[in-house]
């Protein structure tokens, strides 16, 4: 039985490994097929460069960052070319929306009565792609909330005044730069977005119109009946199916090429590889 890991973060974005010590700790949980997909950048494949990977295949990958209805969504590439225009010209406009995004945050938890220190922020997220995690970090060291759960619940999570999602690219668009890069579009972990049934049955039709080929049918922690679930709305679409665990750091949610099991009844997003 291979292990498939799709979905995977670096402190080039929020997660807390550098991208070798995430390829190391992949090797070392049996990792076969590995996909690093930092939020809105392609950056942890420039630092590993030409990185022996003894046997474990490296699939390029990104997680891009949009709003579908006013729902924050996330769209992963997966195996896209990184030299192409079409993904480096999204990346560069992306990473544009996330510093304009940190401001308008910035601006907002001030305004709020918080005592932000903007450069200690800039800090924590190492002077570049700054996320609400690192926001939610500076909040819990500065002591204005006990944990990061807390931080998200009252000023950064959905619809609170630390949510801002107008400043990404449309998912048409996104779709289209993965696309570009020969890439494979896929729906990051669709119960996140709380929607209903047919809510979510729409997010995909869109999806689909727009080039989208795959949806996670694993992610992270999930049980059977949403793994069930999903993969009936998997095949009803028409989807390759993909897995991975989303993993951020060591001991938080889950971890790297650890989920639950691929339901066999899928097309896996990796067969035409
Ligand atoms: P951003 O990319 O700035 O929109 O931040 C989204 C990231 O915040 C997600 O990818 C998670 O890693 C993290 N996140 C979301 N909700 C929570 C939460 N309740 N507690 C801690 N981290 C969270
Ligand atoms: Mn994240
Ligand atoms: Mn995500
Ligand atoms: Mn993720």
């Given at each position: 039985m291979q292990k498939i890991d799709l979905h995977s973060h670096t402190l080039v974005s929020d997660g807390s490994l550098s991208p070798l010590q995430l390829l190391q700790r992949a090797q070392a949980n049996a990792v076969d097929i590995l996909a690093i997909t930092d939020h809105d950048s392609i950056e942890a494949y420039q630092q590993l460069g030409n990185q022996a990977l003894?046997?474990?295949?490296?699939?390029?990958?990104?997680?891009?960052?949009?709003?579908?209805?006013?729902?924050?969504?996330?769209?992963?590439?997966?195996?896209?070319?990184?030299?192409?225009?079409?993904?480096?010209?999204?990346?560069?406009?992306?990473?544009?929306?996330?510093?304009?995004?940190?401001?308008?945050?910035?601006?907002?938890?001030?305004?709020?009565?918080?005592?932000?220190?903007f450069e200690r922020v800039k800090e924590i997220a190492n002077q570049s792609n700054i996320g609400r995690p690192h926001f939610a970090q500076h909040l819990v060291e500065v002591g204005a909330v006990k944990n990061m759960a807390t931080a998200f619940k009252k000023y950064l999570g959905d619809g609170?005044?630390?949510?801002?999602?107008?400043?990404w690219a449309e998912l048409p668009q996104i779709v289209e730069w993965i696309v570009g890069a020969g890439g494979v579009a896929v729906l990051a972990h669709p119960l996140k977005y709380k929607l209903t049934r047919t809510k979510l049955?729409?997010?995909?039709?869109?999806?689909?119109?727009?080039?989208?080929?795959?949806?996670?049918?694993?992610?992270?922690?999930?049980n059977k009946d949403e793994t069930n679930?999903?993969?009936?709305?998997?095949?009803?679409?028409?989807?390759?199916?993909?897995?991975?665990?989303?993993?951020?750091?060591?001991?938080?949610?889950?971890?790297?090429?650890?989920?639950?099991?691929?339901?066999?009844e899928c097309e896996p997003v990796w067969a035409a590889w």
């Open positions: 003894n046997g474990l295949r490296l699939i390029a990958g990104i997680e891009l960052s949009t709003q579908w209805r006013g729902v924050g969504v996330h769209i992963v590439g997966l195996n896209i070319d990184l030299t192409s225009t079409s993904i480096l010209s999204g990346v560069a406009q992306q990473e544009q929306a996330r510093s304009e995004r940190a401001q308008l945050i910035y601006q907002r938890l001030t305004k709020l009565g918080l005592a932000i220190d609170k005044p630390g949510d801002v999602k107008q400043c049955s729409v997010l995909l039709d869109d999806f689909i119109a727009a080039g989208g080929s795959g949806m996670e049918v694993v992610s992270g922690q999930q679930k999903l993969a009936r709305l998997c095949n009803e679409k028409n989807l390759l199916a993909s897995c991975g665990s989303d993993f951020h750091q060591p001991s938080q949610w889950s971890e790297i090429g650890t989920m639950a099991a691929f339901p066999s």
